[in-house]
């Protein structure tokens, strides 16, 4: 390991650790090759092959360790309810036991199980003709054809574009606040007042796109902070469904809803004019959205906040899903807080989180060497995990995005995140890292927005 983050020299960075492991079983004579297969909606899946230790050669809590936190990767990367396993009953059967309702991965199955509508399995398979590959792939046209409204639905604002024929004739933004209403009739009703408003500038519509937090599954909001506040027993009826009924207000029209970071690598995409694009986006926590090769939406989760990325097993917790070294707790405004206490730096604890990360950016512009340091460190992370995450990515492109890297930090966390990846990844060097212009990103959003739909 070249670079060490100076305010946590325990971090022990998941792509090193991982070569570690194949590069021992692959000098090993006990080699012994696994299946692992994560089905979702309509039978779509992901499978990766991998070498592990025979099974009983006394590496059996070794490969549990790498291939817990690989599935545990997979899970939140591509998603899925069913996981398949062939080749390992003995890693088969350690994984039933922890992603069941009682297992240390209890948060895990119950969310899958909820954004599913299906209890997740773990399955343990003799037969490995039964894994067949099934890629889910929607191409994006990249076309604007017809009228179209394209809408962005934040935490603190939606946007809303009326496009015709590529020609953006009305855009608009209005502050809302979706997250401290308990009464899904408000969301409803300011979702369809900004899509009316769009459609009054055009003869018809087309087509609706919509960009929105969330996860989204056949167009459903499966969960989402935006609706944090509307009871459980609302959410089925009201929430789930809530773009599908707003879209029937303009009649029988194709309408797609994606997850905003997915949105936001296509607005990226669509911008570079080029593909294979990962958007991480570092706030409040740590979203992600992937356009992959020839501009294409492959219908995974992309929800890099619970992706294990530090293998150190006394790492910091994540509160909401009790496991540890998760993206959430390095790329975000908790990352920043936490370098700046492991570094000595005392915080008002009245203080919010996006307060505490202003006073460290504050500080930056100050030339505070402890804010300078804080923000290299998160370089650090950065490198590694692009590393990491260009496992189950094909990546031509990252984008950078959200508060933690706007001002004088954000250039420094891009500078040693290139010094990292290319330092330590020679074959990564392919891999473009950019820092977008947040200002020209916001309308951008939903005209990309627009171009989900295909319009015959």
Known sequence: MKYVPSLDKNFKPAALEVKAFFDGVESSTLKNEITLCLERTRGYNYIRKMNVYQDITGHDDENFRIVERIVKSLLWVVGGYKIYIYGSPIIAKRLKEV???????????????????????VIECHNLSQLVENKEAIKMENNLNGCRIGFDAGGSDRKVSAVIDGKVVFSDEVVWFPKINTNPQYHYE??????KTAASYMPRVDSIGVSTAGICVDNKIMVASLFIKVPEELYDQKVKNIYKNVAKEFGDIPLVVANDGDVTALAGAMELKSDKILGIAMGTSEAGGYIGDEFTLLGWLNELAFVPVDFNPNAMVDEWSGDVGCGVKYFSQDSVIKLAEYGGLHFDENDSPARKLKIVQDLYEHNDPLAHEIFENIGIYLGYTIAYYAMFYDIRHILLLGRVVSGMGGNTILAKAREVLYGEFGDLANIVMHLPDEKNRRVGQSIAAASLPTVQ
């Open 190 to 195: 300011g979702i369809l007042d900004s899509m």
């Open 99 to 121: 992603y069941s309702a009682t297992g240390t991965r209890s948060f895990d199955y119950h969310f899958m199980s909820r954004v599913y509508e299906h209890p997740v399995e």
